[in-house]
């Protein structure tokens, strides 16, 4: 049974940082993408990077380009999102996906088979 814990989330001012981390269990495939989404209260999930298991290939939402850097320790399971300049609109419940399937995107979370339960990120201005 795949499980997929988020960790790292709290409650910051704006322009700091936080780490949020995603350990998988029960997940074999070590070829795929794992990624990090986002949905803030009233709001679409969105797609907020994209980390590729195998080759380490990233991607990253507009929105946080140059802010935000998504990375993994293969060692540990574990997916880790690194926040810096973090600002008030990046308030959500922060996801973590793991495995696309055949033909998906990684922005788009209808195409991801696994799921966290998610942690909360606040940035107060």
């Known amino acids: 049974q795949v499980q997929l814990v988020e960790s790292g989330g709290g409650s910051v001012q704006a322009g700091g940082s936080l780490r949020l981390s995603c350990v998988a269990s029960?997940?074999?495939?070590?070829?795929?993408?794992m990624g990090w989404f986002r949905q803030a209260p009233g709001k679409e999930r969105e797609g907020v990077a994209a980390?590729?298991?195998?080759?380490?290939?990233?991607l990253y939402a507009d929105s946080v380009k140059g802010r935000f850097t998504v990375s993994q320790d293969k060692a540990k399971n574990t997916v880790y999102l690194q926040m810096d300049n973090l600002k008030p609109e990046d308030t959500a419940m922060y996801f973590c996906?793991?495995?696309?399937?055949?033909?998906?995107?990684?922005?788009?979370?209808?195409?991801?088979?696994?799921w966290g339960q998610g942690t909360q990120v606040t940035v107060s201005s």
């Open positions: 029960g997940y074999t495939s070590s070829s795929n993408w």
């Open positions: 980390i590729h298991t195998r080759y380490g290939g990233t």
């Open positions: 996906a793991a495995e696309i399937r055949s033909g998906g995107r990684w922005i788009s979370g209808s195409d991801y088979k696994y």
